[in-house]
Protein backbone atom coordinates (compact mmCIF):
# COMPACT_ATOMS: atom_id res chain seq x y z
CA UNK A 1 0.00 0.00 0.00
CA UNK A 2 1.33 3.15 -0.84
CA UNK A 3 2.20 6.33 1.79
CA UNK A 4 -0.22 8.47 2.91
CA UNK A 5 -0.83 12.19 2.64
CA UNK A 6 -1.31 12.49 6.93
CA UNK A 7 1.01 9.71 8.33
CA UNK A 8 3.66 10.98 10.77
CA UNK A 9 3.93 10.83 14.60
CA UNK A 10 2.23 8.56 17.18
CA UNK A 11 -0.47 6.61 15.99
CA UNK A 12 -2.25 6.42 19.29
CA UNK A 13 -2.33 10.84 18.95
CA UNK A 14 -3.31 10.38 15.69
CA UNK A 15 -5.73 8.10 16.91
CA UNK A 16 -6.92 10.27 19.87
CA UNK A 17 -7.08 13.70 17.93
CA UNK A 18 -9.20 12.17 14.95
CA UNK A 19 -12.02 10.99 17.67
CA UNK A 20 -11.32 14.57 19.16
CA UNK A 21 -12.06 16.48 16.17
CA UNK A 22 -14.70 14.18 14.72
CA UNK A 23 -16.58 14.63 18.36
CA UNK A 24 -16.62 18.05 18.13
CA UNK A 25 -16.84 19.05 14.67
CA UNK A 26 -19.04 16.21 13.11
CA UNK A 27 -22.43 16.16 13.86
CA UNK A 28 -22.89 13.18 15.49
CA UNK A 29 -25.54 10.85 13.45
CA UNK A 30 -23.16 7.55 13.04
CA UNK A 31 -22.56 5.04 15.53
CA UNK A 32 -18.91 5.12 14.71
CA UNK A 33 -16.89 1.67 15.43
CA UNK A 34 -13.89 2.64 17.20
CA UNK A 35 -11.79 2.27 14.43
CA UNK A 36 -9.79 4.99 12.16
CA UNK A 37 -8.79 2.91 8.96
CA UNK A 38 -6.49 4.51 6.00
CA UNK A 39 -5.49 2.38 3.69
CA UNK A 40 -7.64 -0.97 1.80
CA UNK A 41 -6.55 -3.46 -1.21
CA UNK A 42 -8.41 -6.06 -2.46
CA UNK A 43 -10.44 -7.00 0.15
CA UNK A 44 -8.46 -5.86 3.07
CA UNK A 45 -8.37 -2.46 5.15
CA UNK A 46 -5.57 -0.88 7.25
CA UNK A 47 -5.82 1.11 10.33
CA UNK A 48 -3.43 3.73 11.69
CA UNK A 49 -1.61 1.51 13.84
CA UNK A 50 -1.30 -0.97 10.61
CA UNK A 51 -3.52 -3.35 12.11
CA UNK A 52 -5.63 -5.21 8.97
CA UNK A 53 -8.86 -6.51 8.42
CA UNK A 54 -11.46 -8.80 5.88
CA UNK A 55 -13.50 -6.45 4.81
CA UNK A 56 -17.06 -7.78 4.48
CA UNK A 57 -18.85 -4.59 4.64
CA UNK A 58 -16.81 -3.09 1.63
CA UNK A 59 -18.63 0.46 2.32
CA UNK A 60 -21.85 -1.21 2.92
CA UNK A 61 -21.41 -2.73 -0.64
CA UNK A 62 -19.74 -0.16 -2.83
CA UNK A 63 -16.11 -1.65 -3.06
CA UNK A 64 -17.53 -4.49 -5.36
CA UNK A 65 -14.17 -4.51 -7.28
CA UNK A 66 -11.63 -4.32 -3.74
CA UNK A 67 -10.20 -1.21 -2.41
CA UNK A 68 -8.38 0.99 -4.05
CA UNK A 69 -8.13 -1.29 -7.36
CA UNK A 70 -5.53 -0.45 -9.43
CA UNK A 71 -7.96 -0.10 -12.86
CA UNK A 72 -10.03 2.65 -11.02
CA UNK A 73 -6.77 4.20 -9.57
CA UNK A 74 -5.14 4.80 -12.54
CA UNK A 75 -8.73 5.88 -14.36
CA UNK A 76 -8.94 8.15 -11.72
CA UNK A 77 -5.53 9.96 -11.99
CA UNK A 78 -5.38 10.01 -15.65
CA UNK A 79 -8.96 11.82 -15.97
CA UNK A 80 -8.15 14.27 -13.09
CA UNK A 81 -5.18 15.45 -15.36
CA UNK A 82 -7.30 16.53 -18.01
CA UNK A 83 -11.15 17.43 -16.55
CA UNK A 84 -12.19 17.41 -12.86
CA UNK A 85 -15.87 18.51 -13.74
CA UNK A 86 -17.61 20.43 -16.29
CA UNK A 87 -20.85 21.26 -16.53
CA UNK A 88 -23.78 19.02 -18.22
CA UNK A 89 -24.42 22.20 -19.92
CA UNK A 90 -21.72 21.03 -22.02
CA UNK A 91 -21.03 17.18 -23.54
CA UNK A 92 -17.55 15.01 -23.00
CA UNK A 93 -16.72 11.71 -24.37
CA UNK A 94 -16.11 9.98 -21.16
CA UNK A 95 -19.77 10.64 -20.20
CA UNK A 96 -21.24 9.30 -23.69
CA UNK A 97 -19.01 5.66 -23.33
CA UNK A 98 -20.38 5.21 -19.75
CA UNK A 99 -24.21 6.01 -20.57
CA UNK A 100 -23.68 3.30 -23.83
CA UNK A 101 -22.23 0.89 -21.24
CA UNK A 102 -24.55 1.50 -18.65
CA UNK A 103 -27.62 1.34 -21.30
CA UNK A 104 -25.75 -1.54 -22.11
CA UNK A 105 -24.98 -3.79 -19.06
CA UNK A 106 -28.78 -2.62 -18.05
CA UNK A 107 -30.38 -3.65 -20.91
CA UNK A 108 -32.95 -0.17 -20.07
CA UNK A 109 -32.70 2.63 -23.19
CA UNK A 110 -31.80 5.91 -21.54
CA UNK A 111 -29.98 6.98 -17.83
CA UNK A 112 -29.81 9.88 -16.00
CA UNK A 113 -26.57 10.13 -13.90
CA UNK A 114 -26.89 11.62 -10.50
CA UNK A 115 -24.42 11.30 -7.14
CA UNK A 116 -25.97 8.66 -4.74
CA UNK A 117 -28.35 6.42 -4.00
CA UNK A 118 -31.15 8.64 -2.24
CA UNK A 119 -30.45 10.56 -5.30
CA UNK A 120 -31.11 8.15 -7.79
CA UNK A 121 -34.49 7.08 -5.76
CA UNK A 122 -35.61 10.80 -6.08
CA UNK A 123 -34.80 10.99 -9.17
CA UNK A 124 -37.14 7.77 -10.14
CA UNK A 125 -39.86 8.92 -7.83
CA UNK A 126 -39.90 12.23 -10.14
CA UNK A 127 -39.97 10.09 -13.42
CA UNK A 128 -42.94 8.06 -12.28
CA UNK A 129 -44.85 10.94 -11.32
CA UNK A 130 -44.00 12.18 -14.46
CA UNK A 131 -44.63 9.39 -16.72
CA UNK A 132 -48.14 8.64 -15.17
CA UNK A 133 -49.31 12.12 -14.16
CA UNK A 134 -50.36 10.02 -10.81
CA UNK A 135 -48.44 10.80 -6.93
CA UNK A 136 -48.57 8.18 -5.07
CA UNK A 137 -46.44 5.12 -4.71
CA UNK A 138 -46.64 1.65 -3.27
CA UNK A 139 -43.51 0.27 -0.95
CA UNK A 140 -42.69 -2.70 1.15
CA UNK A 141 -42.30 -2.99 4.70
CA UNK A 142 -38.60 -3.27 6.01
CA UNK A 143 -37.48 -1.36 2.90
CA UNK A 144 -34.95 0.89 2.76
CA UNK A 145 -34.76 4.19 -0.32
CA UNK A 146 -33.01 6.57 1.56
CA UNK A 147 -32.79 9.69 3.64
CA UNK A 148 -33.91 12.22 1.86
CA UNK A 149 -37.34 13.65 2.14
CA UNK A 150 -38.84 11.98 -1.66
CA UNK A 151 -36.68 8.76 -0.79
CA UNK A 152 -37.72 8.60 2.85
CA UNK A 153 -41.25 8.96 2.03
CA UNK A 154 -41.12 5.27 0.63
CA UNK A 155 -38.52 3.87 3.59
CA UNK A 156 -40.38 1.94 5.97
CA UNK A 157 -38.20 2.18 9.41
CA UNK A 158 -40.16 4.92 11.84
CA UNK A 159 -36.69 5.43 13.41
CA UNK A 160 -35.63 6.69 10.38
CA UNK A 161 -38.85 8.54 9.29
CA UNK A 162 -40.93 9.92 12.28
CA UNK A 163 -38.86 12.71 13.22
CA UNK A 164 -39.40 14.03 9.67
CA UNK A 165 -43.07 13.67 9.11
CA UNK A 166 -45.12 14.32 7.43
CA UNK A 167 -43.40 12.85 4.21
CA UNK A 168 -43.47 14.28 0.63
CA UNK A 169 -46.12 11.51 -0.71
CA UNK A 170 -48.06 11.12 1.92
CA UNK A 171 -50.23 8.36 0.06
CA UNK A 172 -47.75 5.70 0.37
CA UNK A 173 -48.71 2.68 1.35
CA UNK A 174 -46.44 0.00 2.84
CA UNK A 175 -46.72 -3.61 2.34
CA UNK A 176 -45.70 -6.96 3.36
CA UNK A 177 -42.64 -7.56 1.59
CA UNK A 178 -42.98 -10.64 -0.62
CA UNK A 179 -46.77 -10.51 -0.74
CA UNK A 180 -48.19 -10.01 -4.41
CA UNK A 181 -52.03 -9.70 -3.55
CA UNK A 182 -51.08 -6.96 -0.74
CA UNK A 183 -50.07 -4.66 -3.44
CA UNK A 184 -52.66 -5.52 -5.50
CA UNK A 185 -55.30 -4.26 -3.07
CA UNK A 186 -52.69 -1.46 -2.24
CA UNK A 187 -52.78 -0.02 -5.63
CA UNK A 188 -55.26 3.36 -6.27
CA UNK A 189 -56.14 5.08 -8.98
CA UNK A 190 -53.62 7.63 -8.09
CA UNK A 191 -50.75 4.99 -7.09
CA UNK A 192 -47.67 6.47 -9.77
CA UNK A 193 -45.23 3.49 -9.26
CA UNK A 194 -44.64 0.34 -6.57
CA UNK A 195 -41.09 0.67 -5.97
CA UNK A 196 -39.03 -2.27 -4.56
CA UNK A 197 -35.67 -3.52 -3.56
CA UNK A 198 -34.85 -7.16 -5.88
CA UNK A 199 -33.42 -8.48 -2.30
CA UNK A 200 -34.10 -6.38 0.51
CA UNK A 201 -30.43 -4.95 2.16
CA UNK A 202 -30.61 -2.91 5.18
CA UNK A 203 -33.84 -4.52 5.86
CA UNK A 204 -32.29 -7.85 7.01
CA UNK A 205 -31.27 -9.53 3.36
CA UNK A 206 -34.74 -10.94 2.74
CA UNK A 207 -35.06 -12.35 -0.21
CA UNK A 208 -38.44 -12.67 -2.16
CA UNK A 209 -40.53 -16.07 -2.35
CA UNK A 210 -40.57 -17.27 -5.74
CA UNK A 211 -42.52 -15.67 -7.81
CA UNK A 212 -43.46 -12.77 -5.87
CA UNK A 213 -41.74 -10.48 -8.67
CA UNK A 214 -43.11 -11.69 -11.66
CA UNK A 215 -46.58 -11.32 -9.67
CA UNK A 216 -45.67 -7.97 -8.92
CA UNK A 217 -44.63 -7.35 -12.72
CA UNK A 218 -48.05 -8.44 -13.86
CA UNK A 219 -50.00 -6.68 -11.38
CA UNK A 220 -48.46 -3.52 -12.74
CA UNK A 221 -49.06 -4.15 -16.26
CA UNK A 222 -52.83 -5.30 -14.89
CA UNK A 223 -53.04 -1.91 -13.91
CA UNK A 224 -50.95 0.42 -15.44
CA UNK A 225 -49.07 0.96 -12.33
CA UNK A 226 -45.13 2.00 -12.82
CA UNK A 227 -42.54 -0.81 -11.42
CA UNK A 228 -39.21 0.72 -9.73
CA UNK A 229 -36.77 -1.78 -9.24
CA UNK A 230 -34.09 -0.23 -6.42
CA UNK A 231 -31.01 -1.89 -7.37
CA UNK A 232 -28.46 0.18 -5.05
CA UNK A 233 -27.81 -2.33 -3.09
CA UNK A 234 -27.98 -5.32 -5.58
CA UNK A 235 -26.71 -4.07 -8.55
CA UNK A 236 -22.92 -4.59 -10.33
CA UNK A 237 -22.49 -8.16 -9.22
CA UNK A 238 -23.52 -8.21 -5.85
CA UNK A 239 -25.63 -10.80 -6.01
CA UNK A 240 -24.07 -12.21 -8.98
CA UNK A 241 -25.39 -11.17 -11.92
CA UNK A 242 -24.83 -7.43 -13.23
CA UNK A 243 -28.43 -6.51 -11.46
CA UNK A 244 -30.43 -8.76 -9.34
CA UNK A 245 -33.76 -8.15 -11.59
CA UNK A 246 -32.05 -11.02 -14.28
CA UNK A 247 -32.24 -13.54 -11.96
CA UNK A 248 -36.17 -13.27 -11.34
CA UNK A 249 -35.95 -12.86 -15.82
CA UNK A 250 -38.51 -9.48 -15.24
CA UNK A 251 -37.30 -5.76 -16.11
CA UNK A 252 -38.77 -2.96 -14.47
CA UNK A 253 -39.68 0.38 -15.97
CA UNK A 254 -37.12 2.24 -13.57
CA UNK A 255 -34.28 1.16 -12.03
CA UNK A 256 -31.76 2.87 -9.55
CA UNK A 257 -27.84 2.33 -9.19
CA UNK A 258 -25.37 3.71 -6.81
CA UNK A 259 -23.22 2.08 -4.14
CA UNK A 260 -20.61 0.26 -6.05
CA UNK A 261 -21.59 1.87 -9.75
CA UNK A 262 -18.28 3.89 -9.48
CA UNK A 263 -15.54 1.19 -7.75
CA UNK A 264 -15.60 3.40 -4.92
CA UNK A 265 -16.16 6.54 -6.25
CA UNK A 266 -19.52 8.46 -5.51
CA UNK A 267 -22.00 8.24 -8.04
CA UNK A 268 -25.60 7.50 -8.80
CA UNK A 269 -27.88 6.60 -12.23
CA UNK A 270 -31.19 6.01 -12.83
CA UNK A 271 -32.05 3.79 -16.22
CA UNK A 272 -35.57 3.51 -17.63
CA UNK A 273 -37.38 1.92 -20.87
CA UNK A 274 -40.25 2.28 -23.13
CA UNK A 275 -40.01 5.62 -24.03
CA UNK A 276 -40.41 7.06 -20.14
CA UNK A 277 -37.67 9.97 -19.68
CA UNK A 278 -37.27 13.32 -18.53
CA UNK A 279 -37.56 16.27 -21.50
CA UNK A 280 -35.46 19.13 -21.20
CA UNK A 281 -35.09 21.04 -18.35
CA UNK A 282 -37.09 18.28 -15.84
CA UNK A 283 -34.38 17.23 -14.26
CA UNK A 284 -30.76 17.93 -13.36
CA UNK A 285 -27.62 17.79 -11.24
CA UNK A 286 -24.56 19.85 -11.05
CA UNK A 287 -22.33 16.95 -10.53
CA UNK A 288 -24.64 13.98 -12.29
CA UNK A 289 -22.14 12.24 -14.50
CA UNK A 290 -18.84 14.23 -14.34
CA UNK A 291 -15.54 13.30 -15.74
CA UNK A 292 -13.99 11.92 -12.68
CA UNK A 293 -17.42 9.59 -11.50
CA UNK A 294 -17.77 8.03 -15.26
CA UNK A 295 -14.01 7.67 -15.27
CA UNK A 296 -14.29 5.04 -12.68
CA UNK A 297 -17.77 3.52 -13.14
CA UNK A 298 -15.77 2.47 -16.63
CA UNK A 299 -13.16 1.87 -15.29
CA UNK A 300 -14.66 -0.31 -12.73
CA UNK A 301 -17.31 -1.70 -15.23
CA UNK A 302 -14.38 -3.34 -17.08
CA UNK A 303 -12.66 -4.95 -14.13
CA UNK A 304 -16.03 -6.94 -13.14
CA UNK A 305 -16.13 -8.13 -17.01
CA UNK A 306 -11.92 -8.70 -17.27
CA UNK A 307 -11.83 -10.47 -13.95
CA UNK A 308 -15.17 -12.30 -14.53
CA UNK A 309 -16.53 -11.01 -10.87
CA UNK A 310 -19.72 -11.82 -11.54
CA UNK A 311 -19.22 -15.51 -11.62
CA UNK A 312 -16.80 -15.48 -9.10
CA UNK A 313 -19.45 -13.50 -6.94
CA UNK A 314 -21.51 -16.73 -7.49
CA UNK A 315 -19.38 -19.12 -6.60
CA UNK A 316 -17.69 -17.45 -3.83
CA UNK A 317 -20.84 -16.80 -2.43
CA UNK A 318 -22.39 -20.06 -2.50
CA UNK A 319 -19.12 -21.06 -0.63
CA UNK A 320 -19.37 -18.54 2.09
CA UNK A 321 -23.10 -19.67 2.42
CA UNK A 322 -22.23 -23.33 2.88
CA UNK A 323 -19.57 -22.69 5.41
CA UNK A 324 -21.62 -20.04 7.28
CA UNK A 325 -24.21 -23.19 7.44
CA UNK A 326 -21.98 -25.44 8.32
CA UNK A 327 -20.94 -23.34 11.67
CA UNK A 328 -21.32 -24.92 14.72
CA UNK A 329 -23.13 -23.10 16.55
CA UNK A 330 -27.17 -23.15 17.90
CA UNK A 331 -27.80 -19.79 17.65
CA UNK A 332 -27.87 -19.16 14.01
CA UNK A 333 -31.36 -18.69 12.39
CA UNK A 334 -30.69 -18.49 9.07
CA UNK A 335 -28.30 -17.60 6.03
CA UNK A 336 -29.46 -16.76 3.41
CA UNK A 337 -28.43 -14.31 0.23
CA UNK A 338 -27.92 -14.67 -3.52
CA UNK A 339 -24.12 -14.07 -4.51
CA UNK A 340 -22.03 -12.06 -2.23
CA UNK A 341 -25.19 -10.01 -0.19
CA UNK A 342 -25.48 -12.98 2.79
CA UNK A 343 -27.03 -12.62 5.95
CA UNK A 344 -26.79 -14.46 8.94
CA UNK A 345 -30.09 -14.55 11.03
CA UNK A 346 -28.97 -14.81 14.42
CA UNK A 347 -31.30 -15.37 17.97
CA UNK A 348 -30.10 -12.08 19.74
CA UNK A 349 -29.18 -8.62 18.56
CA UNK A 350 -25.52 -9.38 16.56
CA UNK A 351 -23.97 -5.85 17.91
CA UNK A 352 -21.36 -7.88 19.88
CA UNK A 353 -20.55 -9.92 17.14
CA UNK A 354 -19.51 -7.17 15.35
CA UNK A 355 -17.10 -6.18 18.29
CA UNK A 356 -15.72 -9.53 19.03
CA UNK A 357 -15.41 -10.01 14.96
CA UNK A 358 -13.51 -6.51 14.68
CA UNK A 359 -11.37 -7.52 17.18
CA UNK A 360 -10.37 -10.41 15.52
CA UNK A 361 -9.88 -8.42 12.39
CA UNK A 362 -12.71 -9.04 10.46
CA UNK A 363 -15.46 -6.04 9.46
CA UNK A 364 -19.26 -7.32 9.83
CA UNK A 365 -22.06 -5.07 9.48
CA UNK A 366 -25.11 -5.98 11.87
CA UNK A 367 -28.47 -4.38 10.18
CA UNK A 368 -32.04 -5.57 11.58
CA UNK A 369 -30.77 -5.97 15.12
CA UNK A 370 -30.12 -9.27 14.70
CA UNK A 371 -28.61 -9.94 10.92
CA UNK A 372 -25.01 -10.11 9.98
CA UNK A 373 -24.73 -8.12 7.02
CA UNK A 374 -21.34 -9.57 4.49
CA UNK A 375 -21.23 -7.72 1.58
CA UNK A 376 -17.73 -8.48 0.95
CA UNK A 377 -15.71 -6.80 -2.30
CA UNK A 378 -15.71 -9.65 -4.58
CA UNK A 379 -12.33 -10.45 -5.48
CA UNK A 380 -12.26 -12.25 -1.75
CA UNK A 381 -10.85 -15.58 -1.61
CA UNK A 382 -11.21 -18.54 -0.31
CA UNK A 383 -9.00 -18.33 2.12
CA UNK A 384 -10.53 -14.97 3.32
CA UNK A 385 -13.32 -16.72 3.42
CA UNK A 386 -12.39 -19.16 5.78
CA UNK A 387 -11.23 -16.92 8.33
CA UNK A 388 -14.18 -14.90 8.34
CA UNK A 389 -15.92 -17.83 8.99
CA UNK A 390 -13.41 -19.17 11.70
CA UNK A 391 -14.20 -15.53 13.34
CA UNK A 392 -17.69 -15.89 13.52
CA UNK A 393 -17.61 -19.69 14.45
CA UNK A 394 -15.89 -18.38 17.59
CA UNK A 395 -17.75 -15.30 18.16
C1 LIG B 1 -27.86 2.52 0.46
C2 LIG B 1 -29.16 2.47 -0.22
C3 LIG B 1 -29.82 3.66 -0.63
C4 LIG B 1 -29.33 5.03 -0.29
O1 LIG B 1 -28.09 5.29 -0.86
P1 LIG B 1 -27.28 6.61 -0.39
O2 LIG B 1 -26.15 6.68 -1.37
O3 LIG B 1 -26.82 6.35 1.01
O4 LIG B 1 -28.19 7.74 -0.48
C5 LIG B 1 -31.00 3.53 -1.34
N1 LIG B 1 -31.50 2.32 -1.64
C6 LIG B 1 -30.90 1.17 -1.27
C7 LIG B 1 -31.50 -0.16 -1.64
C8 LIG B 1 -29.71 1.20 -0.53
O5 LIG B 1 -29.13 0.08 -0.14
Redesign the pocket.
Known sequence: MTENIIESGDPQARYDSVIEKDSKYVMQTYGHQPLVLSKGKGAVVQDIYGKEYIDCVAG??VNNVGHCHPAVVKAIQAQAENLIHVSNLYYTEIQAEFAETLASITGMERVFFCN??????EAAMKLARLATGKSAFVAAEH??????IG?LSVTHKSMYRDPFMPPVSSETAFVPYSDAEAIRQAISENTAAVIL?PI???GGVNIPGPGYLKEVKEICDETGTLLIF?????GFGRTGTWFCKEQFGIEPDIM?M??SIGGGF?M?AIAARNGISFGRGQHAATFGGGPLACAAALASVKVIKEEKLLERSKEMGAYFREKLAGMARDDVVEVRGKGLMIGVEIKYPCSKFVDFAREQGVLVNCTSESVLRLVPPLVITKEQIDTVVDVLEQA
Do not use: L, M, W
Open positions: IASGAESVSFHGRTAEQGEDEVQTSAKPG
